[in-house]
C-alpha cells in the first residue's frame, strides 16, 4: 500500500524514494509485525484466558504436557493479523501474489480457527472430523492453485529440481492437483510439529528467512540470470510476505517460548504452513521445500511410518509420533528437543541455500 500511495510522492519530498526498495519495505514489514505482537500480545493472551480458551492435552501424551492444560491456544490470532496487515502495508497491492498470500493465510487459518473453537467448545483435542477438516484445506488450496494457475507464466506448470537449471519435468493441468497435495501436506506438517513451545514457531522463522532471501533472487533479473534459477516478474514482493511472516514469529515466540503463555493452536499452524506452500509455488521452490523445511518433513514421515508398521506389523517404530515426543519419552527435556531440532532445521536452510551454485 505504501508503495503505491505514498512512493508517488516522491517528487515532493526525495527520500520516499526508499519504499521502492524491496529490502526496504521488507525490513519495515519485519519491523511492524513484530511490533504488532509485541504490543497486542499481552491483551490477546488475557482475552483468551478470559474466554478460557485453553488447550486440551492429549489423553496419550506425555504425562510432562499435562501442565499445559489451560494455557491459552489459537495463538494464530494474534499472528494471522500482524502478517496480513503488515503485507498488505509494505506489499504492492497491484500484484496479485499480494492477494494470493494473504488469502491463503486468511483461508488456512479460518479453518485453524474453527477446529480450534470445536475443541474448546467440546473440552478436549478432538476438533473437527478428519474428513471435514481435510475437505476444507483441499478447498482453500484448490482455491489458491487455480489462481496461481490461471494467472501464472508458462513456467508455473514446471518442476523444478534442486541441483538442475533446467526444468524436469511440466505438469501442465496436473500441476493443480499437486498443489493442493502440497499446500495441504505443507500445513499438516506444521501442525503435526506444534507440539513444544516454540518449536513450530522457531523452524518457520528459519524457514520464512530462507524464502525470502530465494524470493528475493527469484525477483531479481540479474541475479536469477546469474545464479541459473528462474526468474518470478514482481517476485521479489513475496520476500517482503515472508518477513512479515518472521516478524510475526518472532513476536509471537516471545510469548511462546518454554513455558509458553500461548500456544499457536491450529489457528496459526495451519496459516503458517499455508504461506510457506505458497511461496514454494510462486517462485518454483516445491521440491526444494522438501530439504528447507526438512525438520517438518521427518514429524509427517514419522507419523506415517508409525501408522503404517503398527497397522501392518501391530509394532511400533517410535515411542510414541510424531519424532519430537519420541525424544521426550526418550528422556529429554522439552528445551534440549526443541534446540536440537531447532539446530537441524538450520542446517536444512543452509543447505538449500547451497544448491544455488551447485547445479
Known amino acids: 500500500m505504501f508503495y503505491r500511495f505514498v512512493y508517488p510522492l516522491v517528487r515532493f519530498f526525495t527520500p520516499l524514494n526508499v519504499f521502492q526498495y524491496i529490502t526496504f519495505r521488507a525490513a519495515y514489514a519485519a519491523i511492524t509485525s513484530l511490533l504488532i505482537c509485541f504490543l497486542f500480545g499481552p491483551a490477546v493472551i488475557s482475552f483468551l484466558r478470559r ?51 494473504v488469502f491463503t493465510v486468511l483461508g488456512f487459518g479460518l479453518i485453524g480457527f474453527i477446529d480450534d473453537y470445536l475443541k474448546l467448545y467440546r ?51 496436473l500441476y493443480i492437483p499437486f498443489g493442493v497435495f502440497l499446500l495441504v501436506g505443507c500445513t499438516n ?21 530462507t524464502f525470502a532471501a530465494l524470493a528475493y533472487l527469484a525477483g531479481r533479473v540479474d541475479f536469477a540470470s546469474y545464479l541459473q ?3 518470478v ?58 530439504v528447507i523445511g526438512g525438520v517438518f518433513v521427518l514429524e509427517v514421515l514419522s507419523v506415517i511410518i508409525q501408522v503404517v508398521s503398527y497397522k501392518t506389523r501391530r509394532k511400533r517404530v517410535f515411542l510414541m509420533a510424531p519424532i519430537h515426543h519420541h525424544f521426550e519419552l526418550m528422556g529429554w527435556a522439552e528445551s534440549k528437543v526443541v534446540m536440537r531440532l531447532w539446530i537441524l532445521g538450520g542446517l536444512f536452510a543452509i543447505l538449500s541455500l547451497s544448491t544455488l551454485k551447485i547445479r
Open 229 to 231: 534459477i528462474v526468474f
Open 51 to 101: 474466554k478460557e480458551a485453553g488447550e486440551s492435552i492429549r489423553a496419550d501424551g506425555p504425562q510432562t504436557h499435562q501442565v499445559k492444560s489451560g494455557t491459552p491456544t489459537m495463538g494464530g490470532l494474534l499472528m494471522i493479523p500482524a502478517i496480513v496487515l503488515s503485507s498488505i502495508l509494505w506489499m504492492d497491492v497491484a500484484s496479485y501474489y499480494t492477494w494470493a498470500v
Open 233 to 290: 516478474p514482481s517476485g521479489g514482493e513475496l520476500a517482503i510476505f515472508c518477513l512479515a511472516v518472521v516478524g510475526a514469529c518472532v513476536g509471537f515466540l516471545w510469548y511462546n517460548a518454554h513455558p509458553a503463555e500461548i500456544m499457536m493452536g491450529d489457528t496459526g499452524s495451519l496459516a503458517l504452513g499455508g504461506a510457506i506452500g505458497v511461496v514454494a509455488m510462486t517462485i518454483k521452490k516445491e521440491i526444494l521445500l522438501v
Open 189 to 209: 506438517a506444521v501442525n503435526l510439529t506444534d507440539g513444544l513451545d516454540g518449536l513450530a514457531t522457531g523452524l518457520v522463522i528459519m524457514v520464512a528467512l
Open 123 to 173: 473440552r478436549n483435542s478432538d476438533g473437527m472430523r478428519a474428513g471435514v477438516k481435510i475437505a476444507g484445506q483441499t478447498i482453500v488450496a484448490l482455491v489458491v492453485t487455480l489462481w496461481l494457475y490461471g494467472r501464472g507464466s508458462a513456467v508455473t506448470t514446471q518442476l523444478y529440481f534442486p541441483f538442475f537449471k533446467d526444468p524436469l519435468i511440466d505438469l501442465s493441468v
